[in-house]
C-alpha cells in the first residue's frame, strides 16, 4: 500500500525551528515530485514547497530565505527546515506525492500540527 506519514510536527516559539518529515513507502519515490502544502483555519490550502524528482525547487513567497525542502532518495524521504517561524506559520503541513510531476496520480498524507507561538 501507499503510505506517506509525515513527522515532526510541534509547537514552537516565534523565531524557533522545525524539521519536518515525509517518508513514503509503496512508490517507487525517485519517480515522483514531492510537495509541501499547508491549511491554516479559515484559508485555502497553500503549496509551501516543491521538489521534482530532477531536484528543481519551488517556494511560496512568504517562505523564502526560511524554509528548505531537501530528498533523500535512498531513504525515500523528504524534509522540510523550517526556520524563524512565525505565528503566521501555523496550519496543518501535508505532503503530496505527484507521479511524474503531472497531476494525474497523487497521493497525500495524513499530516502534521504545526503551532507557532508569538
Known amino acids: 500500500q501507499v503510505q506517506l506519514v509525515e513527522s515532526g510536527g510541534g509547537l514552537v516559539q516565534a523565531g524557533g525551528s522545525l524539521r519536518l518529515s515525509c517518508a513514503a513507502s509503496?512508490?517507487?519515490?525517485?519517480?515522483?515530485?514531492i510537495g509541501w502544502y499547508r491549511q491554516a483555519p479559515g484559508k485555502q490550502r497553500e503549496l509551501v514547497a516543491r521538489?521534482?524528482?530532477?531536484?528543481?525547487?519551488t517556494y511560496l513567497d512568504s517562505v523564502k530565505g526560511r524554509f528548505t525542502i531537501s530528498r533523500d532518495n535512498a531513504k525515500n524521504t523528504v524534509y522540510l527546515e523550517m526556520n524563524s517561524l512565525k505565528p503566521e506559520d501555523t496550519a496543518v503541513y501535508r505532503c503530496?506525492?505527484?507521479?511524474?510531476?503531472?497531476?494525474?496520480?497523487?497521493?497525500w498524507g495524513q499530516g502534521t500540527q504545526v503551532t507557532v507561538s508569538s
Open positions: 503530496n506525492a505527484d507521479q511524474d510531476g503531472l497531476g494525474l496520480i497523487i497521493y
Open positions: 509503496g512508490i517507487s519515490f525517485s519517480t515522483y515530485s
Open positions: 521538489i521534482s524528482k530532477r531536484g528543481s525547487i
